[in-house]
């Protein structure tokens, strides 16, 4: 009987929420022009948010994508409205509100995607120390966690080197430029299917947990444009109701935007952002990994003031999206 009772609800919750990914947003009065800023590449965890893009386009918006070479070259045009939203990890934002920017948490779009991968001669942590390490960025969310858990949790001090890009890591991996590095799930998995069996992921417990994106808006934007803003949002969740209800809808996005990424790997790679990641909550997520980023750098002396989250949250904005497109 439970098992009959669980495929039932299994059932019923596909249905809603591919009922819920058929909702049509009533496109808004107002200047249709958004610019998304991304902190690096165009990844995996941004399918969804192309998707929309998309989409969006051919119904008179115009979404432009705008990719930055450092995470936080992202915020500060978010700051300057040279971009409306951004999607970002957690620290950059704080940090320039923290310097009197105007900007609003607005939602989660995954949770940690991050891993510490290494040659397999270095079996944990301890053994990266003297070696050479690669981190995104002095300032970028992760690199910064990774750093201070190396350091404080391993007691080790490896070479530290900047390489930006998860891709571009991969590459120095494998032509032996560097012995370790954290990359997204995504990347991860694309090494491991060109070159099985060469490289491990090293355990760092729940550190990665911090290491998830969300977006983030221009609050000066978003309160002339309320109404632009909250229809993107329903758009965007839209889109994540539409990959959680067929995940294939994602393939063709993924093998255009990620020419690289092995075909036999995309439809595994989704499924893990789905149901690892926690990617594209359907309603939009929490506050958590905000909150516990916020924690961590607290703990850590990272941040030297105290942060109040709920002042930096805009649950205005996500209320109405949810609103135009009711909750699954």
Avoid at 95 to 116: D, H, P, W, Y
Avoid at 156 to 163: A, D, F, G, L, S
Avoid at 178 to 187: H, K, P, R, S
Wanted: with cysteine; proline share 4%; charged share 20%.
């Amino acid at each position: 009987m439970n098992r009959i009772l669980a495929a039932a609800l299994s059932v019923f919750f596909l249905l809603t929420t591919a009922q819920a990914a058929e909702v049509e947003v009533l496109k808004p009065k107002g200047n249709l022009e958004i610019k998304l800023g991304h902190p690096s590449s165009i990844s995996l965890y941004d399918m969804p948010a192309i998707l929309t893009r998309e989409r969006l386009n051919q119904n008179g918006w115009n979404v432009s994508s705008v990719e930055f070479t450092r995470t936080d070259l992202n915020v500060q045009a978010l700051a300057q409205g040279t971009i409306q939203i951004a999607n970002s990890q957690v620290m950059d934002p704080i940090r320039a509100i923290q310097k009197g920017a105007k900007l609003s948490f607005l939602m989660e779009n995954n949770g940690g995607e991050f891993v510490m991968i290494a040659k397999n001669e270095i079996k944990d942590c301890k053994d990266t120390d003297g070696k050479r390490f690669a981190i995104h960025g002095e300032a970028a969310t992760t690199s910064l966690a990774a750093k201070i858990w190396l350091l404080n949790d391993c007691k080790v001090k490896p070479n530290i080197m900047i390489i930006p890009g998860g891709e571009n890591r991969i590459v120095a991996l494998q032509n032996n430029q560097i012995d370790a590095t954290l990359v997204q799930m995504g990347d991860w998995l694309n090494l491991d299917d060109k070159a099985p069996g060469r490289y491990h992921i090293i355990k760092t417990g729940n550190l990665f947990n911090i290491s998830g994106a969300s977006f983030w808006g221009n609050v000066e934007w978003l309160r002339k444009n309320e109404d632009v803003a909250s229809a993107y949002i329903a758009e965007l969740l839209k889109s994540f109701r539409m990959a959680h209800a067929n995940p294939k809808i994602l393939e063709p996005v993924v093998a255009k935007y990620l020419p690289d990424m092995p075909k036999n790997i995309i439809a595994p790679a989704i499924k893990a952002y789905l149901e690892i990641v926690r990617a594209w909550p359907q309603n939009g997520g929490d506050t958590s990994i905000l909150d516990d980023t916020v924690k961590f750098f607290t703990a850590s002396g990272e941040l030297k003031t105290p942060v109040n989250t709920k002042e930096i949250v805009d649950s205005k904005i996500l209320s109405s999206a949810l609103a135009k497109v009711g909750r699954v």
